[in-house]
């Protein structure tokens, strides 16, 4: 089991920034690939970033490339997520999940979400 709780969430005006946090116990944290995803009022859960275990390799959806950027501290099994120049459609609640090795991705560990609003 691995048990996930995510931080850092807020309210911010738009062109600010935010820096999520998501801790890790359980097993290995570098086993896992750890992904960020989010979820807007009345919308489907959204895929945002993923980071290998190692921290070697690193994907971002393309509405967030270039704004967002997804890291991982392995001894501090912790990951994280630097969201910069955040407009009012990143409002959402943010989710952390954890990835075991295999293929193709499963996220079986979610954590709980953390609010983010970004106003105009």
């Known amino acids: 089991q691995v048990q996930l709780v995510e931080s850092g969430g807020g309210l911010v005006q738009a062109g600010g920034s935010l820096r999520l946090s998501c801790a890790a116990s359980?097993?290995?944290?570098?086993?896992?690939?750890m992904g960020w995803f989010r979820q807007a009022p009345g919308k489907e859960r959204e895929f945002v970033a993923r980071?290998?275990?190692?921290?070697?390799?690193?994907s971002y959806a393309d509405v967030v490339k270039g704004r967002f950027t997804i890291s991982r501290d392995n001894a501090k099994n912790t990951v994280y997520l630097q969201m910069n120049s955040l407009k009012p459609e990143d409002t959402a609640v943010y989710f952390c999940?954890?990835?075991?090795?295999?293929?193709?991705?499963?996220?079986?560990?979610w954590g709980q979400g953390t609010q983010v609003t970004v106003s105009s």
């Open positions: 980071i290998s275990g190692s921290g070697g390799s690193t």
């Open positions: 999940a954890a990835d075991p090795p295999g293929w193709p991705p499963s996220y079986d560990y």
């Open positions: 359980g097993r290995t944290f570098s086993n896992y690939a």
